[in-house]
């Protein structure tokens, strides 16, 4: 367990090591496969439309993602361990 645990740390500490989009970007592509990247994608996109309060039919017909994983983003948003809401401030403070 202490072993996994290092091992996440660093992984966070690859991720955190990323400077640009660009390199955050090949670092994914190296990490995952495609259908994984493009999982993560999906629910990136799903987090964006629910913060933006789009219902789950809507957010389905606009990603082609399941209710079932909308539902697990949601849940995750909410009572999760509070990533999607950080990315989202961090995000939103700069974009203003």
Known sequence: MQANRA??????????????????????????????????????????YLDQGKPYREIHDLTGVSVTTIGRVARYLENGNGGYRLALERIKQGES
């Not at 996440?8 to 955050?24: G, Q, V």
């Not at 190296?30 to 799903?46: F, G, I, K, S």
């Open 7 to 48: 091992a996440r740390s660093s992984l966070a500490e690859a991720l955190m090591a990323m400077r640009t989009p660009a390199e955050m970007r090949a670092l994914l592509k190296d990490l995952t496969t495609p259908a994984e990247l493009e999982a993560l994608v999906d629910r990136w996109r799903v987090v964006r």
